[in-house]
Structures are given as structure tokens and as C-alpha cells.
């Protein structure tokens, strides 16, 4: 039996940065290429989760088409929750996008969650984002 690597902090710090950093830049093929392909995600402004990463492709590539851009975003307040095979990364998120109406910026929280791959490292095989209650403290 093989021992299961379980990921240091810094290593899934890193690929979640990998992440926010892509998304920051608008990097469609960066930022998907941080996904597994059977990834899942739950957005609280869709009506349902998207059982794969080519349904969020699509999604993005709407948005884009409609001319959405992301104009920054700040991932603060990270904890991380390792195990073998795995980790957990959860953050508050502030994020500014350009619409087609103008700019727009909210503060959520996001959890992603990761599993190991012997070739590509950390994979991103779940994210789920929601909005930061009122009140909340900034972090």
C-alpha cells in the first residue's frame, strides 16, 4: 500500500492562490485549468449547481460574451484543513467585476475544496461561494 500524500498549508495556499489570482485576471484557461473536470460548484446566484467544470466553462464564456470582466479580487482571512489526499481552503473573498451596467462589488466567502493528483498536485474538485452576511467583520 502507497502512503497518501497529505498537502503542507503552503501547498494549498498555493493552489488556491493559483486560483484567485486567475480568476483576478480574468485567465479563462488558467483558471479552469485549476478544476478536475468533474468539479462541481455552488454559487448562490445560480438556481443550481453545476455537476461539471465545462457547465461553469460555459457559464463564464456567457458572461464574458455579455461583457463581464473581473476588476480585482482579494482573498483574506484563509484557513486550511488538510488530510490525506486532501485539503480544504476556505476565505472571504472581495471582489469587483465590470458589467455591462457598470462596476459591481461584493464580499462572500468561499470554500474550495481539493484532492491530491499524482501528476498535476492539488486539484480543485469543489467550490462553493456565498455572500458575506451583513455585519460580518472585514478581515
Known amino acids: 500500500m502507497t502512503d497518501v500524500?497529505?498537502?503542507?498549508?503552503?501547498?494549498?495556499?498555493?493552489?488556491?492562490?493559483?486560483i484567485v489570482d486567475a480568476f483576478a485576471?480574468?485567465?479563462?484557461?488558467?483558471?479552469f485549468a485549476t478544476f478536475?473536470?468533474?468539479?462541481?460548484?455552488v454559487f448562490h446566484t445560480e438556481p443550481a449547481r453545476l455537476e461539471e467544470r465545462s457547465a461553469y466553462e460555459r457559464l463564464w464564456d456567457e458572461w464574458v460574451g455579455g461583457g463581464w470582466r473581473v476588476v480585482?479580487?482579494?482573498s483574506s482571512d484563509r484557513a486550511v484543513q488538510a488530510?490525506?489526499?486532501g485539503a480544504v481552503f476556505s476565505h472571504s473573498?472581495?471582489?469587483?467585476?465590470e458589467t455591462p451596467d457598470g462596476r459591481e462589488s461584493y464580499r462572500e466567502r468561499e470554500t474550495i475544496a481539493f484532492r491530491t493528483d499524482p501528476v498535476r498536485g492539488l486539484i480543485a474538485v469543489h467550490e462553493h461561494?456565498?455572500?458575506?452576511?451583513?455585519?460580518a467583520p472585514v478581515a
Open 5 to 18: 500524500h497529505t498537502p503542507t498549508t503552503e501547498e494549498v495556499e498555493a493552489a488556491a492562490s493559483a
Open 25 to 31: 485576471a480574468t485567465d479563462r484557461d488558467r483558471y
Open 36 to 41: 478536475a473536470p468533474d468539479a462541481t460548484f
Open 72 to 74: 480585482s479580487c482579494e
Open 83 to 85: 488530510f490525506p489526499g
Open 93 to 97: 473573498v472581495a471582489t469587483t467585476v
Open 129 to 135: 461561494l456565498s455572500p458575506m452576511p451583513d455585519g
